[in-house]
């Protein structure tokens, strides 16, 4: 039987311009699913970065919106609070949400802000030339770190569901992995029940999706995603971190 994949009507008939191998097109089409399953296309505005996903606006069937780097959750903050019959998200790298937007993305969590944020973590700037990102990895070599990350002298990598969850606000906070289809099918999930919070107007949801950067790691697809596997989950390990509403927590 011949299984013939259909595009979501969240996307649009743009191809996509990522790196071939680049998981930024899996991490659309899940975020297109939940908008489409959940009937929320219509109603829903998403904010495009700085960053490899600075054209997502071209691949999004939605409104869409361009912030400055790293203020993509002060943007969805104001948009939010003047139209609050849409539904808003974020979509942000690494570099752009853990460095330059760190006070951002801190400060709407705190105030449990009524919109969801997908984090793509590629511990590395992927757009900019492979330069260390917040959460490069100890020892790991980049563009500006040719020598591997020196934590004594730049610090440790952020974990930034960690970090969010030590705040009392946030509703729903998971980390996923797009590596393997095992785990694009788990990651389907926390997306979709992200929005799905987003929807009812729970408060503030954040999903972050482990992926990789063939193109600046020097891997071939394949290969990105076992090293990616051997190396980053164990840093970074996959897992719901905090969900009120299983918990049975009101809106």
């Not at 590395?124 to 004594?152: E, F, N």
């Not at 071939?220 to 076992?226: T, W």
């Amino acid at each position: 039987m011949q299984v013939i994949a259909t595009r979501p009507k969240s996307l649009t008939d743009v191809g996509f311009t990522y790196c071939p191998g680049c998981l930024h097109g899996v991490a659309h089409r899940l975020i297109a699913e939940a908008m489409d399953e959940l009937g929320m296309r219509n109603q829903t505005m998403g904010i495009a970065p700085v960053g490899c996903s600075v054209f997502a606006y071209k691949f999004f069937n939605c409104d869409m919106a361009e912030a400055a780097h790293g203020r993509a959750p002060a943007v969805a903050t104001g948009m939010k609070r003047a139209r609050p019959d849409m539904h808003v998200f974020t979509y942000q790298g690494d570099g752009d949400l853990a460095a330059i937007g760190t006070a951002e993305i801190v400060h709407a969590a705190n105030r449990g802000e009524h919109f969801s944020v997908f984090f793509v973590n590629n511990a590395i700037y992927g757009m900019t030339g492979g330069q260390m990102a917040p959460t490069t990895l100890p020892a790991m070599k980049t563009s500006t770190s040719p020598y591997g990350r020196d934590v004594d002298d730049i610090g440790y990598p952020i974990a930034v569901c960690e970090m969010l969850n030590s705040l009392k606000a946030p509703y729903f906070i998971e980390r996923v992995s797009l590596l393997s289809p095992q785990d694009i099918l788990k990651a389907r999930k926390a997306v979709m029940k992200a929005m799905r919070y987003n929807k009812e107007e729970r408060g503030f949801t954040f999903v972050e999706l482990i992926s990789t950067c063939p193109t600046n790691w020097g891997l071939d697809p394949l290969k990105s995603c076992e090293w990616a596997r051997e190396n980053m989950l164990p840093y970074f390990p996959i897992g719901n971190f905090r969900d009120k509403g299983a918990e049975g927590g009101d809106k």
